[in-house]
């Protein structure tokens, strides 16, 4: 059976290992599952997660041309469900009774904008450079 990059199979993991799971498909193939991509939280542990001998529906994707093929488990999964921040509690000293005007991004400044500014900063850097390197200059006397 020819495994296609980007569809779905099912396997069983024979081996767990610090970097990720071997997974066993159809046709007597075996493919990896990097940490990375067992799960959509953070994974410290891999047994915390998969078990030997566990079945599992893993996303073919690569084959490389030696026959690695890398796999994933998380993509088969739905995403998960992104819960909003919890507000924070205004002090009494930081509220104010003022509406909160939506913030108006500024306009970007024009090429010709920057240029200015850039050589007004250079300007006054190469100038104080100078002054300082004066300094340093002719200030020793021969006898």
């Known amino acids: 059976m020819e495994l296609e990059v980007g569809s779905i199979v099912a396997g069983r993991v024979t081996g767990i290992t610090k970097f990720g799971a071997f997974v066993a498909l159809e046709g007597g193939k075996s493919g990896l599952v ?23 529906q893993v996303k073919i994707l690569s084959v490389s041309p030696e026959g ?6 998380k993509q088969t999964q739905a995403p ?10 205004v002090s009494g000293a930081a509220y104010s009774a003022a ?9 970007e400044p024009s090429f010709e904008d920057k240029l200015k500014q850039f050589m007004s900063v250079s300007d006054s850097k190469q100038s ?11 200030g020793r006397r021969r006898k």
């Not at 998960?80 to 509690?89: E, Q, S």
């Open 68 to 73: 690695k093929i890398n796999l994933s488990i």
């Open 128 to 138: 104080e450079f100078n002054r300082h390197m004066a300094g340093k200059r002719g």
């Open 99 to 107: 509406p909160v005007m939506p913030a108006v991004a500024p306009a």
């Open 34 to 56: 990097h940490i990375s991509e067992i799960s959509s939280s953070y994974v410290n542990d891999i047994h915390d997660f998969l078990t030997d001998g566990q079945e599992v």
């Open 80 to 89: 998960p469900a992104h819960r909003p921040r919890p507000a924070r509690p």
